[in-house]
T-cell receptor, first 113, second 113 residues
Framework: NAGVTQTPKFRVLKTGQSMTLLCAQD?????MYWYRQDPGMGLRLIHYSVGEGTTAKGEVPDGYNVSRLKKQNFLLGLESAAPSQTSVYFC????????????FGQGTRLTVV | AQSVTQLGSHVSVSEGALVLLRCNYSSSVPPYLFWYVQYPNQGLQLLLK??????LVKGINGFEAEFKKSETSFHLTKPSAHMSDAAEYFC???????????FGKGTMLLVSP
């Protein structure tokens, strides 16, 4: 099983450019999440989805948009990248219900110059 | 509301020594608690989780954690550290009825020969 797959793994953007990060899961999970990881800050939730066609804001949503058109995919978009968005981005998924753990992708390292 | 505090951003132990990583949580509803491990340049991997039932939970790689409701704690322990345990460890909480996981800021475990 592939689990949670993130594309791309690395990317360098110039300030003001846009890009989309793709997350795909093959576990038929209802819930999907996007986190960013910065040194000393742990993982902070950007946006999440509790099912196909639904999205919600997390702790740090500004500057990002998301879409969940298909159950297995969760896209994270940056419309106009800023240096403050330099980070490692992780996608995760879980079954619905609160007892289930989240399964993580390998991360996308994004640098905005 | 839910939050997690991990005491100590870095913990150093000698190989063979006891490992103790501290986690305190805050949750307005019954919590479900998780420990994850992250090796360099990788995603997060579940070590163990507490949902209901036995308060002492055993995980992979010889780790265990005890849920103490009165102390709002979920500390992670391992009797004897191995060099391969060097990694960053994250505690996370999901309150009953919540769809999102909230993470602590992480503790880097350093193991010396």
């Amino acid at each position: 099983n592939a689990g949670v797959t993130q594309t791309p793994k690395f990317r360098v953007l110039k300030t003001g450019q846009s890009m989309t990060l793709l997350c795909a899961q093959d576990m038929n999970h209802e819930y999907m999440y996007w986190y960013r990881q910065d040194p000393g800050m742990g993982l902070r939730l950007i946006h999440y989805s509790v099912g196909e066609g639904t999205t919600a804001k997390g702790e740090v949503p500004d500057g990002y948009n998301v879409s969940r058109l298909k159950k297995q995919n969760f896209l994270l978009g940056l419309e106009s990248a800023a240096p403050s968005q330099t980070s490692v981005y992780f996608c995760a998924s879980s079954f619905s219900g609160t007892k289930g753990e989240a399964f993580f992708g390998q991360g996308t390292r994004l640098t905005v110059v | 509301a839910q939050s997690v505090t991990q005491l100590g951003s870095h913990v150093s132990v000698s190989e063979g020594a006891l490992v103790l990583l501290r986690c305190n949580y805050s949750s307005s509803v019954p919590p479900y608690l998780f420990w994850y491990v992250q090796y360099p340049n990788q995603g997060l991997q579940l070590l163990l989780k507490y949902t209901t039932g036995a308060t002492l939970v055993k995980g992979i790689n010889g780790f265990e954690a005890e849920f103490k409701k009165s102390e709002t704690s979920f500390h992670l322990t391992k009797p004897s550290a191995h060099m391969s345990d060097a990694a960053e460890y994250f505690c996370a909480v999901r309150g009953s009825g919540y769809s999102t996981l909230t993470f602590g800021k992480g503790t880097m475990l350093l193991v010396s020969p």
